[in-house]
């Protein structure tokens, strides 16, 4: 597609629940990011994919959260047991090969409540 | 890790005005400098990078200058215009690790008209 394309835009689900964001990246690009954005702040970097391969999940919080890119292009970032401090726009983005500048999708809004 | 700071958090000018927002980073060992452009609702978008073998990188009405001794960066925007009116973030990179950004706070830029 044109851009990165993330759905849905928003989710709202209750706490423990389990949830799943999907990234469609640009066709072609290798490298796909997960970055969390909370209200105020800068993306925060949770895992870097290239090709199907997880090269750096050192973003992730803890095991509640996990990300699978399985035929490297979309990818899943799953999140288990939800709590409210997990609420934030969950931003996807892709680059051709990881060197150069990403492209960024509009996120998706997780509400936990 | 890599530390990015960003000043100011609000910087309100005239139409036609310049704006400068300043960035210092940490790890001496990074070396790629992107600016980020978000607007309400959307996921950040490039506007402009520098690497760390150059000083300074123009592109019509915005630049960014370097100071790799310092550990500073800075974007300029001149004759600013209302559609300039969003939150910039700096970001840094570092070599030889993997593709993550490290982002700073972001700077909410008012253009008033």
């Known amino acids: 597609g044109a851009g990165v394309s993330q759905t849905p835009s928003n989710k709202v689900t209750e706490k423990g629940k389990y949830v799943e964001l999907r990234c469609d990246p640009i066709s072609g690009h290798t490298a796909l990011y997960w970055y969390r954005q909370s209200l105020g702040q800068g993306p925060e970097f949770l895992i870097y994919?290239?090709?199907?391969?997880?090269?750096?999940d050192s973003g992730l919080p803890n095991d509640r959260f996990f990300a699978v890119r399985p035929e490297g292009s979309v990818s899943t970032l799953k999140i288990q047991r939800t709590e409210r401090g997990d609420s934030a726009v969950y931003l996807c983005a892709s680059s051709v090969d990881g060197s150069l500048g990403y492209t960024f999708g509009s996120g998706t809004r997780l509400t936990v409540v | 890790g890599e530390n990015v700071e960003q000043h100011p958090s609000t910087l309100s000018v005239q139409e036609g005005d310049s704006a400068v927002i300043k960035c210092t980073y940490s790890d001496s060992a990074s070396n790629y400098f992107p600016w980020y452009k978000q607007e309400l609702g959307k996921g950040p978008q490039l506007i402009i990078d520098?690497?760390?073998?150059?000083g300074e990188k123009k592109d019509q009405r915005i630049a960014v200058t370097l100071n790799k001794t310092a550990k500073h960066f800075s974007l300029h925007i001149t004759e600013t215009q209302p559609e300039d009116s969003a939150v910039y973030f700096c970001a840094a990179r570092r070599q030889g690790g993997s593709e993550k950004l490290v982002f700073g706070k972001g700077t909410k830029l008012t253009v008033n008209p």
């Open positions: 520098i690497r760390s073998n150059v």
């Open positions: 994919f290239q090709g199907t391969g997880a090269a750096d």
